[in-house]
């Protein structure tokens, strides 16, 4: 099951679940796919819920994505990012597109997050990806009413703030070339960083929004420009601190 895509140069940086062992793999231009099994404290990086609610969030079954969805709703704060934005896709077809919208930006959230306290710049890329596979109707949707993107923005940016990340954090270490090259050294900056990491990524995210209003028409229903707001330091890949489409 493949969790998340990332690129890295032309290339793309693809976690796959095989079992309960989580593998690398790495994508060329060629669609020629090479399986790396990670080793070191990547071996470790626990992503079997993540995992089995992903296969049922994108799945075939209906009833399926509907439970899974419930449960994920129920206590968010278990699932890595990848699963939040798998459920913005369930939501927007049930016909829920502003609790999809507040998912998705919730998972951006956590997401680049995420990518600035992992060691591994290139693991950051992820976030892109799934912003690209996921994002496209959840911002044709979002951008059409400013003021509601604005709320759901900051509603989904208060909820991360408020909610403990009870997850594998270092479940983005998968997307780096870490863990296809077999870097040692830790996975995470030092924890003591990690409060002030988490205020400068909202806070980054808060500006790309700003950014992006700025770039709408006054009646809304036309494509923005892209946010660029980013701090030097970003580590997320994301080309932009906040939503854009």
């Known amino acids: 099951m493949i969790t998340g895509v990332g690129r890295v140069g032309q290339s793309c940086v693809v976690s796959r679940m095989s079992g309960s062992t989580p593998s690398a793999t790495l994508t060329g231009m060629t669609q020629r796919t090479v399986v ?3 080793n070191g ?11 089995d ?4 969030l994108l ?3 209906p009833d399926v994505r509907r439970r899974i969805a419930e449960l994920v709703e129920l206590e968010p704060e278990r699932f890595a990012p990848p699963v939040l934005f798998a459920l913005s896709e ?4 049930q016909g829920r597109p502003t609790e999809a919208a507040f998912w ?3 998972a951006q959230v956590r997401a680049r997050f995420d990518a600035n306290r992992c060691t591994d710049g290139t693991a950051g890329a992820a976030v892109g990806a799934l912003t690209e596979r996921f994002g496209g109707p959840i911002n044709r949707f979002a951008f059409t009413d400013p003021q509601r993107l604005r709320r759901t923005v900051v509603r989904a940016v208060l909820w991360d703030r408020r ?5 594998d954090h270092r479940w983005i270490a998968l997307h780096g070339m870490g863990a296809f090259t077999g870097a040692t050294g830790p996975l995470s900056v030092p924890v003591a960083e990690w409060d002030t990491l988490a205020r400068r990524t909202r806070a980054e995210y808060l500006a790309g929004l700003r950014e992006a209003l700025r770039g709408l028409p006054r009646h809304g229903n036309s494509r923005p420009r892209p946010s660029t707001a980013r701090s030097k330091g970003s580590r997320s890949g994301c080309g932009g601190g906040g939503p854009h489409p």
Do not use: M, Q
Not at 41 to 51: N, P, S
Not at 53 to 56: K, M, N, T, V
Not at 163 to 167: D, L, V
């Open 36 to 38: 790396v099994e990670p």
């Open 163 to 167: 909610t403990p990340h009870a997850y």
């Open 41 to 51: 404290e990547h071996a470790e990086i626990d992503t079997a819920l993540a995992r």
């Open 104 to 106: 998705f930006y919730a």
């Open 59 to 61: 799945g075939a079954d």
């Open 90 to 93: 369930v939501l927007l077809d």
């Open 53 to 56: 609610a992903i296969a049922g």
